[in-house]
């Protein structure tokens, strides 16, 4: 089973900058995908940001030009630079994995991380 960890959330004023990290371990040989995900109070989770093995990028309309995702396939890290943020940022920020496992891989799956806070205030 794939564990992840994040780290790097925090409070950040309007049109600062953070770096969200995640860590990938365990069947990290299964995963296709790995990404971030966030859910403000009331709010359902959305996708912020997605890369896959191959390094094919994918990002929400509402942060394309301030964040950035790249990928470490090496190190099992996926990292999420966040820059010129916005109080609407503020969220739980989610790591997730997606790929397959089972005999004959099989089964699909997706993963989350634990969380972390992002607060965006003045």
């Known amino acids: 089973q794939v564990q992840l960890v994040e780290s790097g959330g925090g409070l950040v004023q309007p049109g600062g900058s953070l770096r969200l990290s995640c860590a990938a371990s365990?069947?990290?040989?299964?995963?296709?995908?790995m990404g971030w995900y966030r859910q403000a109070p009331g709010k359902q989770r959305e996708l912020v940001a997605t890369s896959t093995s191959g390094g094919r990028l994918n990002y929400a309309d509402s942060v394309k030009g301030r964040f950035t995702i790249s990928r470490d396939n090496a190190k099992n890290t996926v990292v999420l630079q966040m820059n010129s943020l916005k109080p609407e940022d503020t969220a739980v920020y989610y790591c997730?994995?997606?790929?397959?496992?089972?005999?004959?891989?099989?089964?699909?799956?997706?993963?989350w991380g634990q969380g972390t806070q992002v607060t965006v205030s003045s």
């Open positions: 997730s994995a997606d790929g397959v496992k089972g005999p004959l891989s099989r089964y699909e799956y997706r993963r």
């Open positions: 365990g069947s990290i040989a299964s995963i296709n995908t």
